[in-house]
């Protein structure tokens, strides 16, 4: 089992629609998770930060976290053409200080 | 704040070759990672290091490769010798630990296309 899933892409979204991009993980002891944007070409920013389960939300973005079921996921609203990159999450370990990161989702925002 | 610098941004040699990658990582960080980036295998950590020191070197491929710390702001990654499989993204990256939970994000340099040919 990897240490950090993701659902498998690309996927394509209109725009205007919702986005929904989802991560699970192996390590229940995991304390920070985090999203990160890479479009073609560049390298990975961050864009969101989690650490408590709820909703945490930051523009048109919406990360999701549910540590019982070792899910979080990042919603992205009203998609723009310009939301179309690879979107990594990544998740700090318990007993270690390297993030383990899934294999990435690719959406298109189609216009 | 000027984030991560990587140099050269892309490199292009012969197998053989001996190739150096240069990372400078942002001020106060104490953690600085290299990560390795293909289509077939995503983004690969090959070595990280704490306060200058290597902590883990366990997905350094092969004996070809090699990196060092020599003080807070400068890390190099040595190819010696070059292989065209070693062909990708290298991505440096630095972070600064605050507490277990309180998020230690890490930050990326714009990496370095590495081709051999």
């Known amino acids: 089992q990897k240490e950090v899933e993701q659902n498998s892409g690309p996927l394509s979204v209109p725009e205007g629609a919702i986005a929904s991009l989802n991560c699970t993980y192996s390590?229940?002891?995991?304390?920070?998770f985090f999203w990160y944007r890479q479009y073609s070409g560049k390298s990975p920013e961050l864009i969101m930060s989690i650490y408590s389960n709820g909703d945490k939300e930051d523009g048109r973005f919406t990360a999701q976290l549910n540590k019982a079921s070792q899910y979080v996921s990042l919603l992205i609203r009203d998609s723009q053409p310009s939301d179309s990159a690879t979107y990594l999450c990544a998740v700090e370990p318990t007993n270690d200080y390297k993030l383990s990161f899934g294999a990435g989702t690719t959406v298109t925002v189609r216009a | 704040d000027a984030g991560v610098i990587q140099s050269p941004r892309h490199e292009v040699t012969e197998m053989g070759q001996e190739v150096t990658l240069r990372c400078k990582p942002i001020s106060g960080h104490d953690y600085l990672f290299w990560y390795r980036q293909t289509m077939m295998r995503g983004l690969e950590l090959l070595i990280y290091f704490n306060n200058n020191v290597p902590i883990d070197d366990s997905g350094m491929p092969e004996d070809r490769f090699s990196a060092k710390m020599p003080n807070a702001s400068f890390s190099t990654l040595k190819i010696q010798p070059s292989e065209p499989r070693d062909s990708a993204v290298y991505f440096c990256?630095?972070?600064?630990?605050?507490?277990?939970?309180?998020?230690?994000?890490?930050?990326f340099g714009n990496g370095t296309r590495l081709t051999v040919t």
């Open positions: 390590d229940r002891g995991s304390q920070s």
């Open positions: 990256a630095s972070s600064l630990w605050r507490a277990r939970g309180k998020g230690s994000p890490l930050h």
